[in-house]
């Protein structure tokens, strides 16, 4: 693998790495701790549970986007494993 596309993957897979984490910990944050609606009744734990929403949300997208680019650039390695298992001519 050339040095320049060693340093894309190790890029995506830690700014991936980092992304799961931000995903993890804004989902069970709000899933496990953080009061719903009524129960906070508009305090500030509403207003960071929204914050936490967005911030899930847009995490998603680009953690989306960064796993597209990882199959990506590992895809010579996939086609080749396809065809060394007969999945693939
Ligand atoms: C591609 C990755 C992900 C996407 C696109 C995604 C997207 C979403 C969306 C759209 C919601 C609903 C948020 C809302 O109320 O509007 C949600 C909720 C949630 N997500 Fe994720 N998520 C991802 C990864 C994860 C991961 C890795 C965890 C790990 C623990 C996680 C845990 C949760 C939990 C616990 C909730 C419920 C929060 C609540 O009860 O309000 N998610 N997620």
Do not use: D
């Not at 709000?30 to 995490?59: D, K, Q, T």
């Not at 997208?61 to 390695?77: E, K, N, Q």
């Amino acid at each position: 693998m050339s040095n320049g596309k060693s340093l894309k993957l190790w890029t995506v897979n830690v700014i991936s790495f980092i992304l799961f984490v931000i995903l993890c910990s804004t989902g069970l944050i709000n899933w496990l701790v953080l009061p719903r609606g009524y129960e906070a009744r508009g305090n500030f734990w509403v207003s960071l549970r929204h914050f936490f929403i967005v911030v899930h949300e847009w995490a998603g997208l680009i953690f989306i986007v960064l796993i597209a680019i990882h199959i990506v650039l590992h895809w010579p390695y996939i086609k080749s494993n396809f065809k060394k298992y007969g999945i693939m001519k």
